[in-house]
């Protein structure tokens, strides 16, 4: 198995397991601003001039989440 499948494994694994911990996708939410945190701070940690490159990956996810609300689909 390739690294990608593991960290896809786990990911999906952990949105079970937040989705098991609350029903509600409501009080997803922290957990999403959470994990965005944690991958600031290890970007950071890397290279903290990759404070721009976070910010355009922030940037991309904010307009995939306005395409996902218009289409229905990611």
Do not use: F
Request: charged share 30%; no cysteine.
């Amino acid at each position: 198995m390739s690294k990608e499948e593991d960290l896809r494994d786990v990911l999906n694994q952990t949105a079970k397991d937040i989705s098991l911990l609350d029903h509600n996708p409501r009080t997803w939410l922290s957990w999403m601003v959470y994990l965005l945190g944690r991958l600031e701070r290890l970007a950071m940690d890397i290279n903290p001039n990759d404070q721009e490159i976070y910010k355009e990956m922030l940037s991309a996810l904010q307009d995939a989440i306005r395409d996902r609300l218009k289409r229905g689909g990611w």
